[in-house]
Every structure is written in C-alpha cells, then in structure tokens.
T-cell receptor, first 109, second 113 residues
Framework: DVKVTQSSRYLVKRTGEKVFLECVQD?????MFWYRQDPGLGLRLIYF???????EKGDIPEGYSVSREKKERFSLILESASTNQTSMYLC????????FGPGTRLTVL | AQSVTQPDIHITVSEGASLELRCNYS??????LFWYVQSPGQGLQLLLK??????LVQGIKGFEAEFKRSQSSFNLRKPSVHWSDAAEYFC???????????FGGGTRLMVKP
C-alpha cells in the first residue's frame, strides 16, 4: 500500500497568517489531490497535480495555492488564512486506487 | 460537470435489519463509481468500486452496490446491519480510475441495538 503522510494532525492559526500543509508519499506516484472535508458537504476538491510542476484547480481553489517541486511532495498553501478555511484537509494519492492521508484539522481563529 | 447527491443525511436502522443508502450521480459518460466509509475519528476506507462489467458489485464487510445507468444511481446495500457499521458513508464519481473524485455530502448511519 501507499503511505501518505501529512505534516500535522492538528493546527491552529490566526486570521491572516500564511499556512503550509504538506503531503508526502512514499512511492513514485504522479496523481496527488488536496480535498477539504466539512460536515454535510462531503469532500471537495481544492487542487490536484498529475506530475512535478503541474497543478490544476479543483472545485474550490479560491484562497489556496499549491506547490509540487518534487514528485513525492505536494504542498497546499493558504496565502492569508481566514476563519472559513477552518476544516479538515485531506491529501489523496492515486496508485490503482485512492489512498488517503490521515488529515490535518486546521482551526483558524 | 460531475456531481453526486446523497439524499439521506442521517439514517437509523435496527441491528440485523437491511440497509440501503442512496446515491445519484450526474456525469456525461460512463462513470467510475465508489463507496467509502468513515468511522468516527478515522480515515476513509474504500468499500467497493464500479468501473465496468457486472452492474452488481460486491465489496468488503458484506456490502454490495448496484449500478443503474437508467436511473443514474449507485445505491449501497447490506442485508443485515451490525452495530460496527455505524459510520458515515460517502459515494463518489470520477471520470476514470486515477482521476479526481467528486463526493456526495455523506450519509451518517446510526444502528439501534
């Protein structure tokens, strides 16, 4: 199985801060995705990447950016955190099936 | 654009009773369909998936789902529910196997003893 690691399980930030969420996979897979999970809304796609330096917007990219400088690492960036970005963030890697990271629960105060 | 609707936000069933969770999707071509389960505080676990072939798909933990193209549905079923099945269930659709997925809002299942 693919091991997907996210940099933090819990994170508390203040409004206006720049926030970095990192996702690292242990194999050489191309397809990586960032979702946020909110009650009643399921998982919504923020950004995805099919290769190094490549990124595509998902359904809700506003307020976010991403970086993929190495194949194993896909970073989600909140340029200026806002309270409506309080959520659970999930990184997903695809290798024959989707493998989910443990999630980062971000609280923006 | 693809979309998924899970009409039931909460469902409560008695232990031993049968279960059906509804999922309706919108997609222009033949979809790739998935059901995931998330227990409290846990990550998402794949229950089953449909790509092609037999429209009745068997999954783990005794679950099955049936793809009905005419109804744009992919409902999840289990003949006899166990207390450990209490969790949140998500239906998802994708354009192909490695593609981004669109998820429904989820159905929270509670099981009465």
């Amino acid at each position: 199985d693919v091991k997907v690691t996210q940099s933090s399980r819990y994170l508390v930030k203040r409004t206006g801060e720049k926030v970095f969420l990192e996702c690292v996979q242990d194999m050489d897979h191309e397809n990586m995705f960032w979702y946020r999970q909110d009650p009643g809304l399921g998982l919504r796609l923020i950004y995805f990447s099919y290769d190094v330096k490549m990124k595509e917007k998902g359904d809700i990219p506003e307020g976010y950016s991403v970086s993929r400088e190495k194949k194993e690492r896909f970073s989600l960036i909140l340029e200026s955190a806002s309270t409506n970005q309080t959520s659970m963030y999930l990184c997903v890697v695809y290798k024959n099936e989707q493998f989910f990271g443990p999630g980062t629960r971000l609280t923006v105060l | 654009a693809q979309s998924v609707t899970q009409p039931d936000i909460h469902i409560t069933v008695s232990e031993g009773a049968s279960l059906e969770l509804r999922c309706n999707y919108s997609y222009g071509a033949t979809p790739y369909l998935f059901w995931y389960v998330q227990s409290p505080g846990q990550g998402l676990q794949l229950l089953l998936k449909y790509f092609s072939g037999d429209t009745l798909v068997q999954g783990i933990k005794g679950f099955e789902a049936e793809f009905k193209r005419s109804q744009s549905s992919f409902n999840l079923r289990k003949p006899s529910v166990h207390w450990s099945d209490a969790a949140e269930y998500f239906c998802a659709v994708g354009a192909y196997a490695g593609n981004m997925l669109t998820f429904g809002g989820g159905t929270r299942l509670m099981v009465k003893p």
